[in-house]
């Protein structure tokens, strides 16, 4: 398919220079298709480095949801797997992976580059999934407001997540794996019934109390 062929020279051409091609008239002179061909697939090399992106999150969600034991995760589970199987696809495409990632991700924290926009919207469908059916198991608190914040919530802790592994010099990123595993805890800690939601609680008692 032409697709895959120009989507497959461009990646070759990144992972040889480092850099993206100077001009899609040169990708396509070289492929020995018009540049018109480009155009029917792409409007520009991001929109590629956009796809490559998305496929890694769909891959990671795919491989992550076959594993036997997945229906039975907790979403706290699903959410740790789903990173750690990620992160094994970036392993085998680090180099591509790690060169986009610096070239790509912002100096100001938190702010999304727009090559991960189609991970982040497939991201944040997926967590609000594993959310909504933590809610059901009480391993969410049902917060009215707040909840529907979450999934953008948790894209910032995807982005801390690339951001950590785009910089790990730890023998086969054995730091990322150790952030994933803290950063999930705490956002699961935040997200979960806790002390906050119990002191609303016996608030709400109290004032209800005083109404009888």
């Given amino acids: 398919?032409?697709?895959?062929?120009?989507?497959?020279?461009y990646l070759d051409y990144v992972l040889r220079k480092n850099t993206p091609p100077a001009s899609v008239f040169k990708l396509?002179?070289?492929?020995?298709?018009?540049?018109?061909?480009?155009y029917r697939f792409y409007p520009n090399?991001?929109?590629?480095?956009?796809?490559?992106?998305?496929d890694f999150g769909r891959v990671?969600?795919?491989?992550?949801?076959?594993?036997?034991?997945?229906?039975?995760?907790?979403?706290?589970e699903k959410l740790l797997g789903f990173y750690f199987t990620l992160l094994e696809v970036l392993k085998q495409n680090r180099s591509y992976a790690l060169q986009?990632?610096?070239?790509?991700?912002?100096?100001?924290?938190?702010?999304?580059?727009?090559?991960l926009d189609d991970f982040r919207?497939?991201?944040q469908?997926?967590?609000?999934?594993?959310l909504r059916a933590g809610q059901n198991t009480n391993e969410v608190a049902s917060r009215p407001v707040l909840q529907e914040r979450y999934p953008r919530l948790f894209w910032q802790q995807a982005l801390f997540v690339l951001g950590f592994f785009a910089n790990d010099d730890s023998l086969n990123f054995e730091r990322t794996d150790a952030a994933v595993e803290k950063a999930v805890r705490l956002s699961?800690?935040?997200?979960?019934?806790?002390?906050?939601?119990?002191?609303?609680d016996l608030a709400r008692f109290l004032i209800q109390s005083r109404r009888r």
């Fill in 1 to 9: 398919m032409e697709k895959d062929r120009i989507k497959q020279a």
């Fill in 28 to 38: 396509t002179k070289k492929l020995g298709i018009p540049e018109a061909e480009f």
């Fill in 45 to 54: 090399f991001e929109a590629i480095d956009r796809e490559i992106w998305a």
């Fill in 60 to 76: 990671a969600r795919e491989q992550a949801s076959k594993e036997p034991v997945w229906p039975e995760y907790s979403a706290r």
């Fill in 100 to 115: 986009s990632l610096r070239r790509y991700m912002p100096e100001v924290p938190g702010l999304t580059p727009r090559v």
């Fill in 121 to 123: 919207l497939d991201f």
């Fill in 125 to 130: 469908a997926f967590v609000g999934g594993i």
């Fill in 188 to 200: 699961f800690d935040l997200v979960g019934p806790n002390t906050l939601d119990s002191a609303f």
